[in-house]
């Protein structure tokens, strides 16, 4: 998304029923599956270590990092529960809390957390998908997440959604970042950077920066709630994957929409026995091969090692054709993100139109010079009766999702089938 369809959309968000959010996600995800099923859930090319590693400490063929998002107050009150869990079957995660989105947050639970061995991260500020609308706009929240930074004892950040820019992070007073994934075509902003290894992210001072730490298995709000997938073998398969090709297995995960037993089954909550069982495949099938740290062992890691090895990097948009960043025999410094050297990033688009798309001639228009600019168009619009669900036209990806005869009797009729429209 741009900068304007970002604010517009999360502007609307809390007006539309979080059942209508998951069910048009459902929908353009079983399309975004299959035509990036090249490149996910496993990048073939992603699995390149940096130029001069050395692996993983103590000889281990991999790495497994945990890591929580905490999105609601539902989550918030599951942490501890989740903390336990983790520690009787020998692992440890970080736990990532929104400052000002449900409520202080106790420094009893972090006391808690940090005494089992657990870390504590920064998730965003608000989690309202608004943090990187302008640089100015990142400035300014950047000033109050300093604050909590430092008075949550901790130099960890996550993003909320993903929505990252990396040249921007730099200004956080942080040591990692968890904000960007190795390849996820269904985030709002799908830019992977190509690599199941961690990176440091610098600018022109090269002792200021940070560890960037990309997500590498599917989170589990995409792969339950928006997949709807039944069993872990998509966890299992990549996990796999990435133990062979010895890089960083962290699985980024929400105890949000985790079934404690407490009565909120449902679509859009997974069973915890998914997560558990995921936990116990790993210490089983793998036991005594892995580098099990917390991301702020990871980070410091990588900022020892930063001097010894490239980290050169690449970023892969989905729809378009993959670009290496600057190679090492080049001058750009190998270990700096460069970012700014990356071409103008597609954009995707999703247009939602109570109208027959293809007599919509103001839509289309649009939509169609959006494609040849480049982006990636998505509308979701009315059926006339025989068309098909899923329709191509000229690159633009039509949605219909529900017939219309115009024989309403009045305003309230209209107004009617204009919100079944928008609950489809």
């Not at 459902?26 to 496993?42: D, E, L, N, S, V």
């Not at 130029?51 to 790495?63: D, H, L, Q, R, V």
């Amino acid at each position: 998304m741009n900068s304007f369809t970002n604010q517009a959309f999360y502007t609307i968000k809390p007006l539309i029923p979080r059942p209508l959010q998951i069910a048009l996600r459902r929908q353009i995800a079983q399309y975004q599956r299959k035509r990036y099923a090249h490149i996910w859930p496993i990048d073939s090319n992603a699995g390149n270590p940096p130029a001069n590693w050395t692996g993983w400490p103590e000889g281990k063929e991999f790495a497994i990092v945990l890591s929580h998002d905490v999105d609601t107050r539902k989550g918030y009150d599951n942490a501890l529960k989740l903390a336990e869990l983790e520690e009787k079957l020998g692992f440890r995660s970080s736990f990532n809390f929104v400052p000002e989105r449900y409520g202080k947050v106790s420094p009893d639970l972090f006391d808690e957390l940090r005494r089992r061995g657990f870390d504590i991260a920064v998730h965003g500020l608000k989690h309202d998908g608004k943090l990187f609308l302008s640089k100015h706009t990142f400035d300014r929240h950047a000033q109050r997440i300093n604050e909590y930074l430092k008075e949550w004892n901790t130099e960890g950040f996550t993003s909320p959604s993903m929505h990252h820019n990396l040249e921007w992070l730099v200004g956080l007073n942080i040591n990692y970042s968890i904000s960007t994934f190795d390849t996820d075509p269904f985030e709002p902003q799908p830019d992977g950077v190509g690599t199941i290894f961690p990176f440091w992210v610098g600018n022109s001072s090269p002792s200021h920066g940070f560890v960037e730490m990309p997500y590498t298995l599917p989170q589990d709000s995409t792969l339950f709630i928006i997949l709807k997938e039944k069993t872990i073998d998509t966890w299992e398969r990549k996990l796999d994957w990435v133990a062979q090709h010895g890089g960083m297995a962290l699985l980024n995960t929400h105890p949000d929409y985790m079934d404690f037993g407490n009565g909120v089954s449902g679509e859009l909550f997974y069973p915890l026995e998914h997560y558990l069982r995921f936990l116990d495949y790993i210490r089983t099938r793998y036991a005594g091969k892995f580098y099990h740290a917390l991301p702020s062992a990871v980070a410091d890691l990588i900022k020892d090692k930063r001097g010894r090895f490239n980290l050169s990097k690449k970023r892969i948009i989905p729809g378009e054709s993959r670009e290496e960043y600057k190679q090492p025999d080049q001058k750009i410094p190998a270990s700096t993100f460069q970012a700014s050297k990356h071409p103008r990033r597609a954009l995707r688009v999703a247009m939602l139109t109570y109208s027959f798309y293809e007599s919509d001639n103001r839509v289309r228009r649009y939509a169609e010079t959006l494609v040849r600019r480049g982006d990636s168009v998505d509308v979701i619009s009315l059926r006339r009766e025989g068309q098909t669900d899923y329709h191509e036209l000229n690159g633009v990806r039509v949605f219909r999702v529900q017939d219309r005869v115009r024989d309403e009797k009045g305003k309230w009729d209209y107004l009617s089938r204009i919100l079944k429209f928008f609950c489809e």
